[in-house]
């Protein structure tokens, strides 16, 4: 069926759209290109402040790339114990939470045979945290029962292994060196005992009726007259006689001691030494463990009145069980005469703090101060935090890793980068001509704005750059060039409709955006979940990945839109000169139809259209 003529063109002229008015149609939003380059610039601001204010303005590099120490891990066993390999792997978990909570990034934390653990930190790690590796940090709480002065010379006239060894303790336990007993006088040298123990040939003369039932309580001083566990015995510290009362005077503030002090059974009395080595103390059995604990975290002490005193304090939460053990020990301890009404937190055969008791403590919080700083009293938060170990450690081996292959690595992988960098460059030049210079500019950026986020996140969190980091940053390289490559495509994609370019940008750029961030978006996550399923080297991989995803699209967003933007306002390339790489003949742009009076019809397109796709 035919249609007039004259019907034909009210047709078309009810879809005519007149050039001069551009009110009738919708425009794109036109942003301030400034704007989004001042953002950019207070950016760079903060990230050149910050490195300003921390003073290293290199990253730092990880084990493979700068060297570290290396350290080897034995296990330490007493009593003939066994280690089997499920304690072992529990000891590779704890220790690698401990490394990572001090902020030390790419460390290496792995099994050497059986039971030995191999411990790789970059850079020179201090002894504190060298040391914090091997304890076991088995908290335990005991009653305070008697105190001595405390000395490095004990009195005992028994050898002690330097390192305690059970076949040769035992050895020395059954010696003929036994037979020295220490008089029982110097019993009456502790504080806080009730009477000198009596020897046991007058004890054993006594009728059945007339001896003890045994202590009370984890406060007694009757334990003063117990005879010390075997663990005592086996390390050659005592004979099977030996009091506890006894063995407080024999025991000596030395490492050797507390590693015995630090095996001794939790339902029994043991002796060890204040964290100052200025005071021993005889303690009961242990009444709350660590395994109550449910948090552990380090700051500044405050008083009563809520002001912070300027000393560290390590705060302890502990849970149900933990809570009510701890108000029924304090309501116990509170009203003792000194010593004894002491409660003493120790950690690995050592009392960190023996603080008095004043009034109960029902609220579930511990706390324990004595001279930490902020980095002591942090290392023992965190050791309390993720569990003691199974067992303790004794470094076997120290090592300084050199960072020769690394280097080597590293040289390599920049000349890969290079390479990579190189190829988008002749990529984008050859393509895009004089626009890709716009695609040079932003990875510039971006590789800018990448080194000074890597090196303020190595001085605030002791990130390190390790080669695979730095692979990260090379595919990274591809990953931000294919933004540009996206947003240069839909603007000539609307260049090629027929728009003018300042229109075409504006256009493009919200068709863009949302693909940009939609790709990255996927990026990151792939990231994420790399990071978090991952460990060791892939961790860096994936950390660098993710960061220079977010950098893409700051850089996107506050350089390379604005940039093109401004661009487009030139003669040259708003002109679509042909080296610009917007010339819209070039680019094969559709010609409008003109319909007199600055009109184009919609009707007119679509026959263009029409004939060419049939020509």
């Known amino acids: 069926m035919s249609t007039p003529a004259g019907a034909e063109r009210a047709d078309e002229n009810r879809y005519a759209v007149d050039s001069n008015r551009p009110a009738a149609r919708k425009k794109p939003k036109h942003t301030n290109p400034k704007r989004g380059l001042a953002v950019l610039l207070a950016l760079f601001l903060v990230l050149v402040g910050g490195i300003a204010a921390t003073g290293h303005w290199t990253p730092k590099l990880g084990l493979d790339l700068e060297g570290g120490r290396t350290v080897v891990l034995e296990p330490v066993v007493t009593g003939g114990k066994s280690v089997n390999s499920s304690q072992v792997k529990q000891a590779v978990d704890i220790i690698r939470n401990r490394v990572d909570a001090t902020g030390t990034s790419e460390a290496e934390v792995t099994t050497l045979g059986e039971k030995d653990i191999v411990v790789s930190i970059p850079g020179n790690p201090s002894q504190q945290v060298l040391d914090s590796l091997s304890r076991s940090s088995q908290l335990n709480f005991r009653a305070v029962i008697a105190a001595a002065q405390g000395s490095t010379t004990g009195t005992s006239p028994y050898r002690l292994p330097e390192v305690v060894n059970p076949s040769s303790a035992a050895k020395n336990g059954a010696s003929g060196s036994a037979s020295a007993s220490p008089s029982s006088s110097a019993s009456a040298s502790a504080s806080g005992s009730a009477s000198s123990s009596p020897s046991s040939s007058s004890k054993d003369r006594l009728p059945a009726a007339f001896k003890t039932a045994g202590p009370a309580n984890a406060s007694d001083p009757a334990w003063g007259n117990e005879k010390v566990d075997s663990v005592w015995v086996k390390a050659g510290i005592a004979?099977?006689?030996?009091?506890?009362?006894?063995?407080?005077?024999?025991?000596?503030?030395?490492?050797?001691?507390?590693?015995?002090?630090?095996?001794?059974?939790?339902?029994?009395?043991?002796?060890?030494?204040?964290?100052?080595?200025?005071?021993?103390?005889?303690?009961?059995?242990?009444?709350?463990?660590?395994?109550?604990?449910?948090?552990?975290?380090?700051?500044?002490?405050?008083?009563?009145?809520?002001?912070?005193?300027?000393?560290?304090?390590?705060?302890?939460?502990?849970?149900?069980?933990?809570?009510?053990?701890?108000?029924?020990?304090?309501?116990?301890?509170?009203?003792?005469?000194?010593?004894?009404?002491?409660?003493?937190?120790?950690?690995?055969?050592?009392?960190?703090?023996?603080?008095?008791?004043?009034?109960?403590?029902?609220?579930?919080?511990?706390?324990?101060?004595?001279?930490?700083?902020?980095?002591?009293?942090?290392?023992?938060?965190?050791?309390?935090?993720?569990?003691?170990?199974?067992?303790?450690?004794?470094?076997?081996?120290?090592?300084?890793?050199?960072?020769?292959?690394?280097?080597?690595?590293?040289?390599?992988?920049?000349?890969?980068?290079?390479?990579?960098?190189?190829?988008?460059?002749?990529?984008?030049?050859?393509?895009?001509?004089?626009?890709?210079?716009?695609?040079?500019?932003?990875?510039?950026?971006?590789?800018?704005?990448?080194?000074?986020?890597?090196?303020?996140?190595g001085s605030l969190n002791n990130f390190r750059l390790s080669m695979a980091g730095v692979t990260g940053l090379i595919v990274a390289i591809g990953i931000t060039a294919d933004s540009f490559i996206v947003y240069f495509e839909r603007v000539r994609d609307e260049v090629r409709a027929g728009r003018p370019l300042?229109?075409?940008?504006?256009?493009?750029?919200?068709?863009?955006?949302?693909?940009?961030?939609?790709?990255?978006?996927?990026?990151?996550?792939?990231?994420?979940?790399?990071?978090?399923?991952?460990?060791?080297?892939?961790?860096?991989?994936?950390?660098?990945?993710?960061?220079?995803?977010?950098?893409?699209?700051?850089?996107?967003?506050?350089?390379?839109?604005?940039?093109?933007?401004?661009?487009?306002?030139?003669?040259?390339?708003?002109?679509?000169?042909?080296?610009?790489?917007?010339?819209?003949?070039?680019?094969?742009?559709?010609?409008?139809?003109?319909?007199?009076?600055?009109?184009?019809?919609?009707?007119?397109?679509?026959?263009?259209?029409?004939?060419?796709?049939?020509?």
């Not at 552990?296 to 009563?304: I, W």
């Not at 493009?508 to 978090?532: E, H, M, P, Q």
């Open 239 to 457: 004979t099977p006689s030996t009091t506890y009362n006894q063995l407080l005077q024999l025991y000596a503030c030395t490492p050797a001691y507390q590693e015995v002090a630090a095996a001794a059974p939790d339902n029994k009395p043991t002796v060890m030494c204040a964290k100052e080595g200025n005071e021993k103390l005889l303690l009961g059995p242990v009444e709350i463990k660590g395994s109550q604990l449910t948090d552990a975290s380090s700051g500044l002490d405050t008083n009563q009145q809520g002001n912070q005193t300027g000393e560290v304090a390590v705060n302890l939460s502990l849970n149900g069980s933990g809570k009510t053990a701890l108000a029924n020990v304090t309501r116990r301890v509170a009203p003792l005469e000194q010593p004894r009404n002491r409660f003493a937190i120790v950690v690995d055969g050592q009392s960190i703090s023996a603080p008095t008791v004043q009034a109960p403590l029902t609220d579930g919080q511990a706390k324990i101060t004595g001279g930490f700083t902020e980095s002591s009293g942090k290392l023992l938060a965190d050791s309390l935090k993720f569990g003691a170990l199974p067992m303790s450690f004794k470094e076997l081996t120290s090592d300084q890793v050199s960072p020769q292959l690394g280097s080597d690595q590293l040289t390599k992988g920049l000349i890969a980068g290079a390479i990579g960098f190189g190829l988008v460059v002749l990529y984008s030049l050859i393509q895009y001509r004089a626009l890709g210079l716009v695609t040079v500019a932003s990875l510039l950026v971006a590789a800018a704005m990448t080194y000074l986020a890597v090196t303020l996140l």
């Open 502 to 615: 300042r229109a075409a940008v504006e256009t493009g750029w919200t068709r863009a955006k949302r693909t940009i961030i939609i790709s990255d978006a996927v990026n990151f996550l792939a990231a994420a979940v790399l990071y978090v399923l991952s460990e060791s080297t892939v961790k860096a991989f994936a950390f660098t990945l993710g960061l220079t995803t977010i950098i893409d699209i700051v850089v996107v967003m506050f350089f390379t839109h604005p940039v093109l933007a401004l661009l487009a306002r030139t003669k040259f390339f708003g002109g679509g000169h042909p080296a610009s790489g917007l010339d819209p003949a070039r680019l094969g742009a559709r010609q409008a139809a003109y319909a007199g009076r600055g009109r184009v019809t919609i009707a007119d397109r679509r026959r263009a259209a029409a004939q060419e796709e049939t020509a």
